[in-house]
Nanobody, 124 residues
Framework: QVQLVESGGGLVQAGDSLRLSCADSGRTGSYHMGWFRQAPGKERKFVAL????????YYADSVKGRFTISRDNAKNTVYLQMNSLKTEDTAVYYC??????????????????WGQGTQVTVSS
């Protein structure tokens, strides 16, 4: 069974960097992994996706050039490197796993498993 646990969130200043991790105690290695984020009072939005084994990567336009998604299949871990953070990046960040790739990758409904989320706060 897939069990996702995010870590690495925190409070940073605008322009800083953070790296989020999503570890799975199960068999993430065969799943396609995504990151979503949800700001207070707003809907959950797609951030990035990486297929298995890593041939396909998608980003939301709002993070292209600043965020990088990667995965270490040997460690069953997916990462989200976030650089040049902006105040509008403040949100709870969730990792998610899906068994198929990649129709509707931007919709949260296409994902089978979710982590509990990690808070990222970017101050000005």
């Amino acid at each position: 069974q897939v069990q996702l646990v995010e870590s690495g969130g925190g409070l940073v200043q605008a322009g800083d960097s953070l790296r989020l991790s999503c570890a799975d105690s199960g068999r993430t290695g065969s799943y396609h992994m995504g990151w979503f984020r949800q700001a207070p009072g707003k809907e959950r939005k797609f951030v990035a996706l990486i297929s298995w084994p890593s041939a396909i990567i998608y980003y939301a336009d709002s993070v292209k050039g600043r965020f990088t998604i990667s995965r270490d299949n040997a460690k069953n871990t997916v990462y989200l490197q976030m650089n040049s953070l902006k105040t509008e990046d403040t949100a709870v960040y969730y990792c998610a796993a899906r068994s198929d790739c990649c129709t509707g990758y931007g919709s949260s409904g296409g994902y089978d498993y979710w982590g509990q989320g990690t808070q990222v706060t970017v101050s000005s």
